[in-house]
T-cell receptor, first 114, second 114 residues
Framework: GDSVTQMEGPVTLSEEAFLTINCTYT??????LFWYVQYPGEGLQLLLK?????DKGSNKGFEATYRKETTSFHLEKGSVQVSDSAVYFC?????????????FGKGTTLSVSS | EAGVAQSPRYKIIEKRQSVAFWCNPI?????LYWYQQILGQGPKLLIQ????????DSQLPKDRFSAERLKGVDSTLKIQPAKLEDSAVYLC????????????FGPGTRLLVL
């Protein structure tokens, strides 16, 4: 079945460092891809999404490009801030499946220090 | 606009007891999801409703879990009897329809089974 694999954490960076969190997927259909973020003590929030190949999702300085040829959707940010410390989840939704539920990766914890 | 509401926020019970969680989705959202998030893992779908009908409950442990959305608005998820491995965060999410729309998540209910 469909699945999402993302890099193990935790990822520890200094403020203003470059961030990459790798995400690859397996899907039988043509999925939409998402990054969700969970800040400490808060619920899951959509960070960005892409619905077709070569689409780039972006928000709050984060970017991810839907790469069908490599089945990847890596999250990047040029300069992280302490406030970016959170757990990041890569997810997909495949309309070929019975429902439209999200299939999540295990999450990557990011810790940014000043 | 009010977000997805869930209650209670925390619950501690002993194994073999029963527990119920409540979710009120964003007004006008036809689709409602319940996810289970075990510590260190990504959320996993338990059940998806479209209005008051079930779209996907293939991963719901039906011998102990039940869910309903009688009037197509709010929903309850019940566990009876609870097991130790049910300790998790139970997340409710809603979206406008069954396409590629964004899912909005509630704050979750953290359940501890002793």
């Amino acid at each position: 079945g469909d699945s999402v694999t993302q890099m193990e954490g935790p990822v520890t960076l200094s403020e203003e460092a470059f961030l990459t969190i790798n995400c690859t997927y397996t899907a039988t259909g043509y999925p939409s891809l998402f990054w969700y973020v969970q800040y400490p003590g808060e619920g899951l929030q959509l960070l960005l999404k892409a619905t077709k190949a070569d689409d780039k999702g972006s928000n709050k300085g984060f970017e991810a490009t839907y790469r069908k040829e490599t089945t990847s959707f890596h999250l990047e940010k040029g300069s992280v801030q302490v406030s970016d410390s959170a757990v990041y989840f890569c997810a997909l939704s495949d309309l070929q499946q019975a429902g439209t539920a999200l299939i999540f990766g295990k999450g990557t914890t990011l810790s940014v220090s000043s | 606009e009010a977000g997805v509401a869930q209650s209670p926020r925390y619950k501690i019970i002993e194994k073999r007891q029963s527990v119920a969680f409540w979710c009120n989705p964003i007004s006008g959202h036809a689709t409602l999801y319940w996810y289970q998030q075990i510590l260190g893992q990504g959320p996993k779908l338990l059940i998806q409703f479209q209005n008051n009908g079930v779209v996907d409950d293939s991963q719901l442990p039906k011998d102990r879990f039940s869910a309903e959305r009688l009037k197509g608005v709010d929903s309850t998820l019940k566990i009876q009897p609870a097991k130790l491995e049910d300790s998790a965060v139970y997340l409710c999410a809603s979206s406008l329809g069954t396409g590629r729309e964004t899912q909005y998540f509630g704050p979750g209910t953290r359940l501890l089974v002793l």
